[in-house]
């Protein structure tokens, strides 16, 4: 177990902590939990890069992390957020789809989840962690629309990544990445 496949999996272990929190209407102790479950996000991948430990097991740990962490979000805005939620119900409706339409397309076509770890998936996370975080702290809902149309993109890129790779791969940094691939598979 490396410092970054724990990291993942204190991800993973804060899933169903948020769910808890959440049902119990706990805002402020769930609020810490996210910004901490988001930090062990931002923070995975550096560590195992820094330290050399990168391998196909912490991506998927890491995968399996933003996963769980996408299937408890919205639930737990259900629960602690419904006007946030009414009001942007189009943005919420629009982050969901595009979290698991890829995911689907991914599971379809390999069998396996993506784990691609994109640049532009990196990005829209930070902005996407960054405008919930704000949401669950009584910020305002336009910084979660940036970060959806963002995040829409990344996944558009991801999609297209799953339709162009012969077969599966860890790490595809951005569509360039999966033709470089693709070539080299000829």
Known sequence: MTIANGLSVLRIGLAPVLLVLASQGAAHAFT?????????????GKIAR????ASPLGARLDTWGDLLLYLSLPVCGVLLLPDF?????TWFAVAVTSAFVPVALGLIRFGRLTSYHTRGAKAAAYLLGGSTLAAFAGGPGWPF???TAAFVCAEAEEIAITL??????????SLTHALVLRRAAR
């Open 50 to 53: 820094w330290l050399g430990q």
């Open 32 to 44: 810490a939990c996210l910004a901490l479950a988001l930090l062990t996000d931002i923070a995975d």
């Open 85 to 89: 939620v009414r009001t942007e119900a």
């Open 164 to 173: 162009v790779l012969p077969r599966w791969h860890a790490n595809v940094r």
């Open 145 to 147: 629309r940036i970060a």
